[in-house]
C-alpha cells in the first residue's frame, strides 16, 4: 500500500466531501481515503498495482475539483 496527500482546490461543503470521498474510493485498488474540508488535503491509500496517483488526480478532477 502507498499512501499519499493530494492537495485539492474548490472543495467547500459536505456535499463537496461527499464527491470527492465517493470518486476515490469507486477506483479499483483504493484502499482508504480521508478528506478534511478545512485544509483542502486528501489522504488516500492505494495498492500501485491497480491504480496510480494519475489516475486517482483524474478522478478528484472529473468531480470539478483542481489537484495541485
Known sequence: MKNITLDVKGMTCGHCKGAVNGALTELEGVDNVEVSLETGKVDVSF???????????????EQGYDVV
Open 47 to 61: 495498492d500501485e498495482s491497480k491504480v496510480d496517483q494519475a489516475k486517482l488526480k483524474e478522478a478528484v478532477e
